[in-house]
């Protein structure tokens, strides 16, 4: 597709686009029929951690959203990291979800002989984390990354910051500034870039090596950016393919806004310099940036109390990813076409879902419904993550979403 925005009739049939035809065009648009976006990177927290978020909570905001598809990780209680775990998660999903998922299964130090038996229609990707964050699921271990790369054609999707330095970073300054916290100034600090960039530089090496399907989830420095868009361009082994993920609450704040909003954005890795976020925001116009996801990672906000040490990282935000997108398009950040292109297309293409991604005759009626002259206040009794909060809080969006359909069922209509 063009991304072009045309005056159409649509008729759906079993959940599939029968056909479509011009009609009498509206001009300027009146309403605007996107793809449904596909979300790569959410954590619903279930099962074990429904005191934050469920499936069933989670998935309706996603639906208001105008997500149709959420890629699940595997850093809930228990992980899923175990054949058993997967199929009690799927069952739960099948149960409770009310939009098209996929899941992640998790890569411990021991599982990956297991991991590489699980059938590849029942998993979106292998998750691991090179740093560990909330659930302490680590693998670290370069050897067992080529091996994973190398035995798997799924996508394998990584958590990039390098363990020791955060590690050294948090003793320091807790030898500067003794005590049992540190303020949220320090985050970015601890979980420096040089963390970033030195795991993204080694998995980039290990992928150099061996190919497979490597994917970078939530990429936050201009450092990282310039070694994806290298190693791109550089000659690869036959099968490779590299994809980079950047997440909209990188794309939107800044280190700026830790003074207004503490905490509530403390997120692993961690949201870093206005001049990374300049670099991330190109980085969307010229391909380094291949999808645009949320790291939707709700905790409760008695979890988000305290600095750099105490609070929890992550934050919700699959309610409001489409409508952050659009304001930066607004803002003149990117166009459209961009926006279907790293929310829908490019997500649908790395995860073969040949169904989704685009409206067009044959795929499935996966739509969101938007209306680009109507306004949305964030308002708390709006929210509809269990956590009860956003960091979007009294923002206006200049779009509103109308109604979301999956497979030609609607699954979220605006009052
Ligand atoms: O900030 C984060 N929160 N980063 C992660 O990697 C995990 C996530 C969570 O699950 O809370
Ligand atoms: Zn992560
Ligand atoms: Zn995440």
Redesign the pocket.
């Known amino acids: 597709m063009d991304g072009a925005l045309r005056a159409v009739d649509i008729k759906v049939k079993d959940g599939v686009i029968l056909s479509i035809r011009p009609t009498a065009a509206v001009t300027p648009a009146k309403l605007w029929l996107l793809p449904g976006v596909i979300d790569d990177h959410v954590?619903f927290r279930e099962p074990g951690l429904t005191d934050k978020a469920d499936i069933e909570s989670e998935s309706r905001a996603a639906a208001a959203g105008g997500v149709t598809t959420v890629m699940d990780m595997p850093?809930v209680v228990p992980a899923t990291t175990t054949p058993n775990a997967l199929a009690e998660k799927r069952a739960l999903y099948d149960k409770h979800c009310h939009v098209r998922y996929g899941l992640f299964y998790g890569i411990t130090d021991d599982n990956i002989e297991e991991a590489l038996r699980i059938p590849e229609e029942e998993i979106c990707g292998y998750k691991v984390f090179l740093g560990s964050?909330?659930?302490g699921m680590l693998m670290n271990d370069m050897e067992k990354l080529k091996y994973l790369l190398s035995h798997t054609r799924k996508v394998v999707a990584i958590?990039s910051e390098d363990e020791d330095i955060i590690r050294r970073n948090r003793e320091h300054f807790l030898r500067i500034h003794p005590g049992d916290d540190l303020g949220i100034m320090f985050h970015p600090m601890i979980r420096s870039t040089q963390a970033c960039q030195k795991a993204t530089m080694r998995a980039l090496q290990a992928f150099e090596m061996v190919g497979g399907n490597l994917h970078i989830c939530h990429v936050t420095t201009a450092t990282e950016l310039d070694m994806i868009r290298r190693v791109k361009q550089g000659k690869l082994p036959n099968n490779a393919h590299l994809t980079a993920e950047a997440c909209v609450g990188h794309l939107w704040f800044s280190a700026d806004d830790y003074k207004i909003l503490g905490s509530l954005i403390k997120?692993?890795p961690a949201i870093k310099s206005l001049a990374d976020r300049t670099a991330l925001r190109h980085g969307l116009i010229d391909g380094t940036i291949d999808i645009v996801a949320t790291?939707h990672?709700p905790?409760l906000l008695n979890e988000k109390k305290g600095g750099a040490l105490k609070a929890a990282?992550?934050m919700p935000s699959v309610q409001y990813s489409l409508l952050v997108m659009l304001e930066m398009m607004n803002h003149g950040i990117l166009t459209l076409p961009d926006i279907i292109r790293l929310m829908c297309e490019n997500p649908a293409r790395r995860y073969k879902l040949w169904d989704r991604g685009a409206i067009r005759e044959g795929m499935s009626a996966d739509f969101v419904l938007v209306d680009p002259h109507a306004k949305t206040d964030v308002e708390r009794s709006s929210i509809l993550s269990k956590c009860g909060w956003s960091p979007w809080e009294d923002e206006m969006f200049h779009h509103k979403i109308l109604t979301t359909w999956v497979q030609g069922v609607p699954v979220w209509q605006n009052s």
């Open positions: 954590h850093n964050s909330t659930g958590h997120v692993n790291d990672a905790h990282s992550g």
